[in-house]
């Protein structure tokens, strides 16, 4: 891979398409507010909207997400230069990355082409009727 060239990049902080997405739940992964995530965010948008900002990335493909291992790859950012300046000064933390990648995914040039209804069906067909345990008595 990518990484042997780059000095230090176990110290880039990582982010998984799940931080952001706004189908997920908190228990699930999600980092963020479901109004502010986007909809299931791929690794390539997330790492082309961290170039967007000029944030140096590397797309991890191999690696999963441990709660959910079947959906593959993350991306490492680099937030900070050696010498502790950013090097983007509008993004200081791992959260505020995620806000604006978030923000940014939906107007990725691959993503606006292929806005029609994705999967309508499988997302409005919910479990109906009464949810709990039944009471015995």
């Not at 791929?42 to 170039?51: A, K, R, Y």
Request: glycine fraction near 8%; hydrophobic fraction near 30%.
């Amino acid at each position: 891979m990518e990484g042997e060239q780059i000095p230090n990049m176990k110290r880039w902080i990582v982010l998984y398409p799940v931080y952001i997405n706004s189908k997920k739940t908190i228990a699930e992964g999600r980092r963020i507010c479901a109004a502010k995530a986007c909809e299931n965010p791929t690794c390539i948008e997330i790492g082309d909207c961290c170039g967007h900002l000029k944030l140096p990335y590397a797309v991890e493909l191999d690696k999963a997400y441990p709660r959910d291992f079947m959906q593959r790859g993350r991306v490492r950012v680099l937030l900070k230069r050696e010498d502790g300046t950013l090097h983007n000064p509008a993004i200081s933390s791992r959260k505020q990355l995620m806000l604006h990648v978030a923000e940014l995914v939906p107007r990725h040039p691959g993503r606006t082409k292929k806005q029609e209804p994705v999967s309508t069906t499988i997302s409005g067909a919910s479990k109906s009727g009464k949810g709990g345990k039944k009471k015995r008595g």
